[in-house]
C-alpha cells in the first residue's frame, strides 16, 4: 500500500508541475494550438482519480471502479457505430454482459471470467438480432459488437483480476502496467509530434511514427526496470522484459483502436474530432496491454 501511495504522489506531483508549466506556456504563446495536448491533460487527471480509487481501496471499489471504465469505453464505442433500430436490443445485451463478467471476477471464477465474453457471448449475442428485425446488417452489426466487448469490456476487465488473482501485489501490478502504459503513450505522441518523421501508418493515424515507438520502447522499458522492484514481485529479467512487452501491446493497442475508429467513421470528420477527448482515446492501449502482461505474468510465475 505505501509503495502505490507514494507513485500515485508522484506522479500527482508531476502532474501538477507538468500542468503549471503547460499553462504559463499556454499564455506566452496564445496563438499556438495546444488543444491536443490541454485534452490529454485533463484525461490524465481523470484517469488518475479512476487507477487511485482502483489500486488504494479495497477490491469491491476496484471492482465497481473499473466496471465504469468499461462501460463508458463501449458506450464510446457503440456511438462511433452506424445503428439501425434493430441493433438496441443487441447493444442491450451487451451492456448487461458487463455487470456479470465483473461478477466472475468478483467470485474469482477465472474459468468462467476468460471464456464468458470470447465464447458464450460470442455464441450467443446473435440472437437478439436474429429474433429482431430482417438480416440487413447483420454480420457488420453483431461482429462490430462483439470486437467493441473484446476490446473494451473482456480486455480491460483483466485490470479488475489482477487483484482477484492476487491480493497481496495485485494493486501495485495494475499501477505498475498502468503507469507504463500511460508513459509509453504519452512519449510516443510527444515524440512523434514533434520529433518523429516516418509514419507507421499514415492512412490511419499520423500522429504515430517509427521515431516515436523506438524512442517510447527505450525509455519505457528503462523506466521498467527501475520501478519494478518497489512495486512488483517480478524478478529482474521480466522487470525489463515486462518494459518491451507493455510497450509493444500498447503499441499495437493504440494503433488497432486508430485503424477501427476510422474505418466505422469514414465520411464523418465530424464524430471523429469530437472522439478526440473520448476516454476511449486514453484506454486504447490499455485493451492490448493488460490481458497481455496478466497471461504473460500468470504462465511464468506461480503469484498468478
Not at 474459468?111 to 455464441?123: E, K, S, W
Not at 509530434?193 to 517510447?216: A, C, Q
Not at 464523418?268 to 473520448?278: G, H, M, P, T
Request: proline share 3%; aromatic share 16%; with cysteine.
Amino acid at each position: 500500500m505505501f509503495a502505490s501511495l507514494l507513485t500515485l504522489s508522484i506522479i500527482a506531483l508531476g502532474l501538477s508541475i507538468f500542468s503549471i508549466i503547460f499553462a504559463v506556456v499556454k499564455r506566452s504563446q496564445p496563438k499556438r494550438d495546444f488543444s491536443g495536448i490541454s485534452l490529454r491533460i485533463k484525461t490524465w487527471w481523470g484517469m488518475l482519480g479512476v487507477f487511485s480509487l482502483a489500486t488504494l481501496f479495497n477490491p469491491t471499489v476496484s471492482l465497481l471502479s473499473l466496471m465504469v471504465l468499461c462501460f463508458f469505453s463501449l458506450k464510446e464505442y457503440f456511438s462511433m457505430i452506424r445503428t439501425r433500430k434493430a441493433d438496441r436490443r443487441i447493444f442491450l445485451w451487451a451492456y448487461l454482459s458487463i455487470p456479470l463478467q465483473f461478477y466472475w471476477i468478483y467470485i474469482g471464477w477465472y474459468g468462467m471470467f476468460i471464456v464468458f465474453i470470447p465464447v458464450y457471448v460470442f455464441l450467443f449475442l446473435p440472437l437478439p438480432r436474429l429474433l429482431g428485425k430482417g438480416t440487413a446488417g447483420f454480420l457488420r452489426s453483431v461482429s462490430s459488437t462483439q470486437w467493441g466487448l473484446m476490446l473494451m469490456v473482456f480486455g480491460l476487465s483483466h485490470l479488475a483480476y489482477y487483484q482477484q488473482a492476487n491480493s497481496t501485489y495485485g494493486a501495485n501490478l495494475v499501477l505498475f502496467l498502468v503507469v507504463l502504459t500511460q508513459l509509453n503513450d504519452v512519449i510516443q505522441y510527444v515524440i512523434s509530434m514533434y520529433i518523429g518523421k516516418r509514419k507507421v501508418v499514415p492512412s490511419s493515424n499520423s500522429n504515430i511514427t517509427w521515431e516515436g515507438f523506438l524512442i517510447s520502447l527505450v525509455i519505457t522499458t528503462g523506466v521498467s526496470y527501475s520501478i519494478y522492484p518497489y512495486l512488483t514481485p517480478l524478478d529482474q529479467t521480466f522487470g525489463i522484459l515486462s518494459g518491451v512487452l507493455i510497450s509493444v501491446s500498447g503499441f499495437l493497442g493504440s494503433l488497432t483502436i486508430s485503424v477501427l475508429k476510422r474505418d466505422l467513421l469514414i465520411g464523418n470528420k465530424e464524430k471523429l474530432e469530437q472522439l478526440k477527448d473520448a476516454y476511449l482515446n486514453r484506454v486504447d492501449s490499455l485493451t492490448y496491454t493488460s490481458p497481455v502482461f496478466f497471461h504473460v505474468i500468470r504462465y511464468f510465475f506461480d503469484f498468478m
